[in-house]
């Protein structure tokens, strides 16, 4: 123990707050319904597996993404179906991101506070990295990281 | 995101955390419980207890603990099932000694003497921080014993609310003081609030 890493990884379980919603989406896309889940658990695993040994974290989500397209095609191999194109995971992450909230979500974004708000909505309505949220709201990038994690507790607790 | 997608990705993850497990992927678990002193972090390794956060730390327990332990960290409300219900029942006055595995990894060896020694301290007692360095074979070291009193990572299991100063000043908690001395009304160690009133 003690061992000093660079920046500290976030804890896994705020990855899970964070992207599983991107992820299973992005696999159900791909596979479809029945089989996303499966390929859903298997990529989260192999990323728990995997995670101390990551040298940064920065683009968790790309990184859980690239776990994600890697076992949507062993299930394909699997089941000896023709993969779909899997090739440009970028084009299908930007359409998963752009499927509209509804209401009800956009009015609990709307209820958190400014700090929250602002980081939430730069991260997923506009898909910005952490870096560019801390210097827009002149905070530190841990404090944005924080305050989306807070920003998405809240909202899972809402919508409950 | 919609309403139905959450319901989706929360029965997804919630059968990750099972296959974590049972797969011993998860290095420390966690789960925050509501007690008269506010919500309370309890985080555990495969060993035991290894760290109780107050509210006020927000997630800087678990921040520290990605850094120094491990970052294969989840919300495991199984893994802290006994915790929750000794301090369920220690809040309720009902249990007086904790029983407890810990994990003491985030201490020191200077620090696990001294919180050793205060593991000690009965349930309604209180130490000076001179009596705790006396006892450790230290008795210059009072200050450094204050330090590592200070620095306890598992509060109230630990109780390092019993350590005050000499003459009766209740000294510092990294928790603040109304939670010490809620701590020490609780175990009868200080007249409540109300008896002090009434006999002064």
Not at chain 1, 120 to 146: C, H, K, N, Q, W
Request: glycine share 10%; with cysteine; net charge positive.
């Amino acid at each position: 123990m003690h061992t000093t890493r660079g920046p500290a990884l976030p804890p896994f379980q705020w990855l899970l707050d964070e992207h599983a919603g991107t992820v299973l989406r992005f696999l159900t896309r791909h596979v479809g319904g029945t089989d996303a889940e499966d390929c859903f658990q298997e990529t989260m695993l192999a990323a728990l597996r995997a995670y101390p040994s990551l040298a940064h974290g920065t683009n968790l989500r790309g990184w859980l993404l690239t776990i994600a397209r890697r076992k949507a095609v062993d299930s394909f191999r699997a089941s000896g179906r023709r993969p779909l194109s899997l090739e440009d995971a970028s084009g299908e992450i930007a359409a998963a991101e752009s499927t509209a909230p509804d209401a009800e979500l956009w009015d609990a974004v709307g209820r958190l506070p400014a700090k929250q708000r602002r980081s939430v909505g730069l991260r997923f309505a506009g898909d910005r990295p952490y870096d560019e949220i801390a210097r827009t709201l002149s905070i530190s990038e841990e404090a944005a990281r924080r305050n989306v994690h807070e920003g998405i507790k809240k909202l899972r607790r809402e919508m409950r | 995101m919609t309403t139905s997608d959450i319901a989706a990705v929360r029965r997804a993850t919630d059968r990750v955390r099972e296959r974590a497990l049972a797969e011993g992927l998860i290095d420390i678990g966690y789960a925050t419980l509501d007690t008269p002193i506010g919500r309370l972090l309890v985080a555990a390794t495969a060993v035991g207890i290894v760290r109780i956060g107050f509210e006020d730390e927000g997630d800087g327990p678990l921040i520290e603990l990605s850094a120094l332990v491990s970052p294969r960290i989840m919300e495991t409300p199984g893994r802290v099932d006994e915790a929750r219900r000794q301090l369920d029942s220690y809040f309720d006055r009902g249990l007086r000694q904790f029983d407890l595995p810990l994990d003491w990894r985030l201490v020191g060896s200077f620090g696990r003497r001294v919180l050793g020694r205060v593991a000690r301290v009965p349930y309604g007692g209180v130490e000076s921080y001179g009596d705790v360095a006396v006892e450790i074979g230290h008795p210059r070291a009072a200050r450094a014993v204050g330090n590592a009193v200070g620095a306890n990572p598992m509060p109230i299991v630990v109780p390092c609310h019993r350590v005050v100063r000499t003459g009766g000043a209740l000294g510092g908690y990294g928790g603040g003081l109304p939670r010490k001395r809620f701590l020490l009304e609780l175990e009868g160690a200080l007249p409540t609030s109300r008896e002090a009133a009434r006999s002064g």
